[in-house]
């Protein structure tokens, strides 16, 4: 019989399958094929993976990966929904049809060190003297990997693009630095890298270089009857100066030493404990959830020093702020780091990221889930890197690589070094904001920016060169009197930097912006002119456009005005969005396939990056909160100041469509931001469904046991992340969260749930193309028409056969089924690109109906049924 495995040699399964339920997958498999358009012998050997399960939706999850001669089909993961012994969901069914057909041997013709030493050679990556140093079966191996964690190694089969499958070689490789943990597939026979994905999840905050900080900062309150009380916490041990959970940063509030802050469900033995028995193991920024110490040489070893709390566990380092060295606060910072990381294990534990789901413990203490000799403890590098050279690889940066249950994931976080801003735009609204900057360098001739309260402020002026049409300031102007006593906005190019500023200072200008004619950049302007006695600052061409555009329509006043401090460093150790930002990619990548697959959100629809941004919103939530109130990413370390910080990302998160408008439709991108631009979009989708939550249902600011709206989107969430396909897309996730509120409450929120996402562009028309594909997303605004109960005449949560359209992929023929259902429908086919391509209006439809498409090109389309009641949405492959 099929049992669950693992590739990893030290795991000792802890997650059963019973029987019964392997009995029932096959059931199913077996009645189904037919319609899936798979044979027998594809349906016969599988094996489960993974198990997750939900107290509040009552489902258990089963993840099932399709095998031939007992060799795995990479990312082949089908989620297969089990509630009172029955199937009735599967969410991807990913099963490979005529699988025999279309392999191409079943025998390596590399062995796994040659296969492994190409693969390297691919990557770029000086291949040293591996050895195998386990192996696990013939077709799973451990290899030595110079000191850092072993390479495993597993023989898989990997689809290609033409749907044909290729016997490989699966590694995952650590590389020094822990930039990167590649998992790449190796041909068997040729030795090439079929597929590779990087484990690493390195989120570059760098923010758009234009994107400036908000103008304002909106008035916001609720009266206090709209709260409940919080629950007194338990009395425990140990006490931390950190910035508190439900403050993002130091420029959102000041440090606290919180006394006891670990919940006694959760970490029921302390933060500081392993054995699972009284008394601590450790007096340091370690313990059962996380690991946290400096990594300031960035060898990523486990020598690194621990924050020392002593016998009474008290962690209370000074943290001077960012105008100092960032080693005179390290313990400051590696406490911070321990502490926010506990406060994310300890909240998510209580909407189901437990043992069991496979959530981030060294000791499980008999509760389920996977236990290794190790664990699975976050390892969490404090101030990464930083006595090393500055990269963009160890600055502005914060990454997290997540395993399979098991295995220790690991958080680094690195100091950020971005100025202070100090060019402001007060005028137009459209534009108004604090801009990245760059003062120039002139040796001699550096005036420096007034320092606040002084400022320089003047509507802006253009340079206009006499007798051309340029702006480029190496000839006298032609608009001299206009700019005198003005601020001069002038186009880089053509004549030296100096010459531009004393050719706008002669004309009786007080200072000099230019804009830079290269897109996305910030240099330091140098040269060198002693006349020169005001000051020149450098803007990016996107804000130079973007200024000069709006200067043929309307007055731009601009202000010129640095913050008093000198600024050296800010630490994203003390960024708790930005920890939580990262341990929410632990989350979503554990939840979504399974704790033993850490490979379902490599492809480039996945939201990875707005669950994370989500996580971050929802761990700033307090009381007086409103929804309309923008609401920043990373605004501390990237050196915003409080009052008016909007975060990195393009727009900052917002219920207020005139503050954030973005609509499924902007997810579509060929960026190499694509993963943000992705992100961006779902998170502000989760965002407006929190909040509709705590507008039907309250805000209780106990985070841990409260009923209130925020408690309830917490666990909805993380039901969805579980519900839904390995390689989901928006459609999948939000049909997830839809079917989480159907199996916990009985739809009780459905309209709510449909009207926030139809709202963003996610109506029940839209599709998401090839989940593969972040620019095929066609987005929809059409919600489903009510019931009596605010309900579909056919019910979301269907049974596994009430909606099916088959086989898929298909080569002409096509059947849609729609059990229990009679009457007259409208279908059509639409392409990718939204273009009707097939319709058949009234037809007759009793239970299915089928439907000629074989005049169709290769591709992907989407099968619409519409009739009073019903409006569904199917993707499919016409092959």
Not at 43 to 65: A, M, P, Q, R
């Amino acid at each position: 019989m099929k049992k669950i495995t693992s590739a990893l040699f030290f795991l000792i399964p802890l997650l059963g399958i019973s029987q019964n339920a392997e009995q029932k997958i096959q059931a199913y498999l077996d009645a189904n094929r037919s319609k899936l358009g798979l044979s027998a012998q594809d349906v016969s050997d599988w094996v489960v993976d993974g198990k997750l399960n939900s107290e509040s939706t009552g489902i258990d999850n089963y993840f099932v990966k399709q095998r031939f001669n007992g060799t795995e089909v990479f990312a082949s993961s089908s989620n297969f929904w089990i509630k009172n012994g029955q199937v009735i969901n599967v969410a991807g069914e990913n099963f490979v049809a005529n699988l025999s057909q279309k392999i191409n041997t079943v025998n390596p013709q590399l062995d796994v060190l040659q296969a492994l030493a190409s693969g390297l050679s691919g990557l770029g990556i000086q291949s040293r003297a591996h050895t195998v140093v386990e192996t696990i079966s013939p077709k799973n191996f451990v290899i030595s990997n110079d000191g850092l964690e072993p390479i495993t190694a597993e023989l898989v089969y990997q689809v290609t693009p033409d749907g044909n499958l290729r016997l490989a070689w699966d590694f995952t490789i650590e590389t020094k630095g822990h930039h990167h943990v590649w998992s790449i597939r190796v041909d068997a026979v040729s030795g090439t890298i079929l597929a590779q994905n990087d484990m690493v999840v390195s989120c570059n905050f760098d923010a758009p270089l234009d994107k400036p900080v908000l103008a304002d900062n909106r008035a916001y309150s609720f009266s206090k009857d709209f709260f409940k009380p919080q629950s007194a916490l338990e009395i425990q041990s140990g006490s931390y100066r950190v910035i508190p959970r439900g403050t993002e940063s130091p420029a959102f509030g000041p440090r606290q030493l919180v006394v006891s802050p670990h919940n006694v469900t959760a970490s029921p033995y302390g933060w500081h404990d392993t054995n699972g028995s009284a008394g601590n193991e450790f007096t340091t920024s370690r313990g059962n959830n996380v690991a946290a110490s400096e990594d300031r040489d960035g060898d990523d070893s486990t020598a690194g020093t621990f924050a020392q709390g002593g016998a009474s566990l008290t962690f209370d380092f000074p943290y001077t702020g960012t105008n100092v060295e960032t080693n005179t606060y390290t313990p400051a910072a590696t406490t911070n780091l321990f502490y926010m990381n506990n406060i994310m294990h300890d909240v998510w534990y209580q909407y189901g990221f437990n043992e069991i789901n496979g959530n981030f413990q060294q000791n499980n203490y008999g509760n389920g889930g996977a236990t290794s000799f190790l664990g699975d403890a976050v390892v969490a590098d404090s101030q990464d890197s930083a006595d090393q050279e500055p990269s963009p690889t160890n600055r502005n940066n914060a990454n997290f690589a997540t395993f399979n249950d098991g295995t220790r994931p690991r958080m680094q976080m690195y100091v950020w070094d971005y100025a202070p801003r100090f060019f402001f735009v007060n005028s137009p609204a459209a534009l108004t904001g604090g801009y990245q900057a760059t003062q120039n360098q002139f040796n001699p001739g550096h005036v420096d920016v007034p320092v606040s309260p002084n400022m320089i402020q003047t509507d802006l002026v253009l340079y206009q060169d006499t007798g051309a049409s340029t702006n480029e300031a190496c000839v006298a102007p032609s608009n001299a009197a206009q700019m005198a006593g003005k601020i001069v906005l002038i186009r880089r190019g053509n004549c030296d930097f100096t010459i531009k500023v004393e050719n706008a200072q002669n004309a009786g200008a007080v200072a000099v912006v230019i804009t830079d004619n290269v897109p996305m950049q910030l240099v330091n302007m140098s040269g060198a002119n002693a006349n020169i006695t005001i000051p020149a600052i450098f803007i990016t061409k996107e804000l130079g456009d973007a200024l000069i555009a709006a200067m043929q329509t309307s007055t731009v006043n601009v202000k010129l005005s640095s913050p008093p401090n000198d600024f050296v460093n800010a630490d994203g150790d003390f960024d708790n969005g930005i920890i939580a930002h990262e341990y929410g990619h632990g989350i979503s990548t554990r939840l979504t396939g399974g704790p033993m697959n850490s490979s379902c959100l490599f492809n480039d629809e996945a939201m990875g990056e707005g669950w994370s941004d989500w996580f971050a919103l929802m761990m700033q939530l307090k009381a007086g909160d409103v929804g309309t109130t923008p609401k920043g990413i990373a605004a501390f370390a990237s050196n915003q100041p409080a009052e008016n910080g909007g975060g990195i990302r393009s727009l900052p998160y917002s219920t207020d469509m005139a503050i954030n408008g973005k609509t499924f439709g902007d997810s579509n991108t060929t960026s190499g931001n694509y993963r943000y631009d992705v992100g961006e979009v779902w998170a502000s989708m989760l965002w407006d469904l929190t909040w509709a939550y705590i507008n039907k249902y309250g805000f209780d600011p106990n985070v841990y046991t409260g009923t209130g709206g925020n408690n309830k989107v917490m666990r909805l969430v993380l039901d969805g992340l579980k519900l839904q396909p390995c390689s989901p897309g928006f459609v999948s996730a939000r049909n997830a969260i839809i079917a989480a509120d159907q199996a916990t409450t009985g739809g009780q929120d459905y309209c709510m749930i449909w009207e926030v996402f139809a709202r963003r562009g996610l109506g029940v028309n839209a599709s998401s193309g090839s989940t593969s594909n972040a620019n095929d997303q066609v987005e929809d605004f059409t919600e489903p028409t009510p019931g009596a109960n605010c309900t579909l005449g056919l019910d979301y949560f269907h049974n596994e056969d009430d909606i099916r359209v088959y086989p898929n992929p298909t080569n002409g023929t096509v059947n849609i089924r729609i059990n229990n259902y009679s009457g007259n429908v409208n279908i059509q086919v639409v392409d990718v690109n939204g273009r009707v391509v097939f319709q058949k209006p009234n037809a007759a439809f009793n239970n299915e109906h089928s439907i000629d498409l074989s005049h169709l090109q290769t591709g992907m389309y989407v099968v619409k049924v519409n009739a009073e009641n019903i409006n569904i949405s199917r993707k499919l492959i016409v092959n």
